[in-house]
């Protein structure tokens, strides 16, 4: 199933009911879908009190336990730079194929209280944010 099928959201509520699954694990693919469904998915999450990990900072900013994956400023500079190295006359082919470099981590703590999930000190010692407190 993706994100994409129509009747998704539904569907994988039921399998959560059902299943009686107890957490996800939310990655990359999809990406597009992913971010027009963020929203539902985080309700899903928070509806059945289900810890989960999102592959992108955004999900842990709006509401969502935990967050690794690439930088996605840094993502986002590293491909201006090859947009204006092509603007320059580069060959697109010519150019190095690029990795993530740098990661991040992100607990939200607010919630971690709100589905009865304690973070360990020593994993809150290496987040590289922690959200404690709802935004201003």
């Known amino acids: ?16 009911v059902k299943e009686r699954i107890g957490g996800l694990i939310n990655g990359t693919g999809g990406f ?25 900072t955004a999900y842990a900013d709006e509401g ?28 697109p082919a010519d150019l190095p194929v690029e990795q993530a470099m740098k990661f991040e981590f992100v607990i939200n703590l607010i919630t971690a209280k709100q589905i009865g999930v ?9 987040a590289d944010k922690v959200i404690k407190d709802a935004p201003g």
């Open 1 to 16: 199933m993706t994100l994409l099928d129509r009747g998704w959201s539904q569907t994988l509520r039921d399998q959560v």
């Open 118 to 126: 304690t973070i360990p000190p020593n994993v809150l010692a290496r």
């Open 32 to 56: 597009i879908g992913l971010a027009l469904n963020r929203g539902k998915i985080l309700a899903l999450v928070e509806q059945n009190h289900m810890p989960a990990i999102y592959a992108t």
């Open 64 to 91: 969502g336990l935990m967050s690794y994956g690439a930088n996605d400023p840094e993502l986002f500079r590293r491909g201006a730079t090859m947009v204006d190295k092509i603007l320059k006359g580069a060959k």
